[in-house]
Structures are given as structure tokens and as C-alpha cells.
């Protein structure tokens, strides 16, 4: 969380338990529609403080079995084989994790999305950038584009042939003209 003092972030967190709290049943409860329409009703800023506090909620201590046992199926629908009874518990799992942080990276993936889908989100350079080549893959045009990320069309322009440079050194495709313009060309 950014840096408010101590009593702010301790009000936000108040503010926000409930929506952590009823994330935490949905997830068992609702399909994945109505998650994702509680998770894009919420600022960047407020799923933050969601996380710090689902964070806050899980017991470190408690087993993965344990942790993870309403889960009864697979990402199929099949049912899952009865866990075994491993010890390993919740602190357990970060130690083999890579972190998935901004900082690392410097691209916010759900912020360029929602920008893409018009929801007005404050991006940086790189987020910019990966905005514009997902976009432009995708068809949408460079007045589109530009709008939704806060760009000018010639700053679009720009970006999208540094991509196309970019991609074709790691040799990946690259569309031959810009997708949004082919049937007016």
C-alpha cells in the first residue's frame, strides 16, 4: 500500500473487510463471471488492500490439505483423487515461489486490460507499450488505441512499430499491416 499513515491504512483495511470477505466466499460460491465483476468494480488501489488482507486472513501455519480442501474438483470438473496427507503448509509455499510483483516486471497486466476495454487506468511506459501491441493484435485501431491509453495517434504509431521490431528480433509474428486498418485498405 502507498504511504499513508498508519491510521488511514488501518481505516482503509476496515473499509475493505467486508469486500475481502465476501471474495473469500465467492470464490466458493460464485461462478467465475460474478468474481471477476466484484474484482473489476474495485480500484487498483482497493485490490491492493484486498490482498494485504485475504493475506492477513490465512493462517500460515495451516496445512495445504487443509488450506485447499474445498476444492473437490479439477479445472475440468472432474473430482480431485483424495489428497495424501502432506505436511507441508501455507508459509511453506512462498519459498518456492518467484514473486509477481509490478516492481519486478513494471507492467500492471490487469491495468492495461481494463484500459484496453475503455476503463480509464493511469499506465506507464511499458504498460503503454504492451497496450498498444496487444491492442493493435487484436484489431482495434489507432484512434481506439490512442483514446484508451492516453496516448496521440502518432504516439501509437510509434510504439506499435518499435513492437513490431522488437517481436521480429525475438521472432515472433508480426502482422504485415495494422489489423484495425485492413478492410479500409
Not at 488482507?53 to 483424495?82: K, N, Q, T
Amino acid at each position: 500500500m502507498n504511504g499513508t499513515d498508519a491510521e488511514a491504512r488501518g481505516d482503509l483495511v476496515e473499509a475493505m473487510l467486508p469486500d475481502a470477505a465476501g471474495l473469500v466466499v465467492a470464490v466458493r460460491e460464485e461462478t467465475r463471471e460474478q468474481i471477476t465483476a466484484r474484482l473489476r468494480g474495485m480500484s487498483r488501489h482497493e485490490l491492493e488492500v484486498v490482498a494485504v488482507v485475504l493475506a492477513a486472513m490465512a493462517e500460515p501455519d495451516r496445512g495445504l490439505g487443509e488450506a485447499f480442501g474445498w476444492i473437490s474438483f479439477d479445472e475440468h470438473g472432474e473430482p480431485l483423487p483424495r489428497p495424501s496427507k502432506a505436511t507441508r503448509t501455507v508459509r511453506d509455499v512462498p519459498s518456492t515461489a518467484l514473486p509477481h510483483t509490478r516492481g519486478r516486471s513494471g507492467v500492471d497486466e490487469v491495468a492495461v486490460e481494463r484500459a484496453l476495454h475503455g476503463d480509464p487506468q493511469p499506465l506507464n511506459e511499458r504498460e503503454r507499450a504492451l497496450g498498444v501491441d496487444r491492442g493493435i493484435r487484436r484489431g482495434l485501431d489507432y484512434d481506439l488505441i490512442a483514446e484508451r491509453l492516453g496516448m496521440t495517434r502518432s504516439a501509437v504509431m510509434q510504439a506499435w512499430d518499435r513492437a513490431k521490431r522488437k517481436a521480429r528480433t525475438e521472432g515472433r509474428h508480426v502482422p504485415v499491416q495494422q489489423v484495425g486498418e485492413i478492410a479500409a485498405a
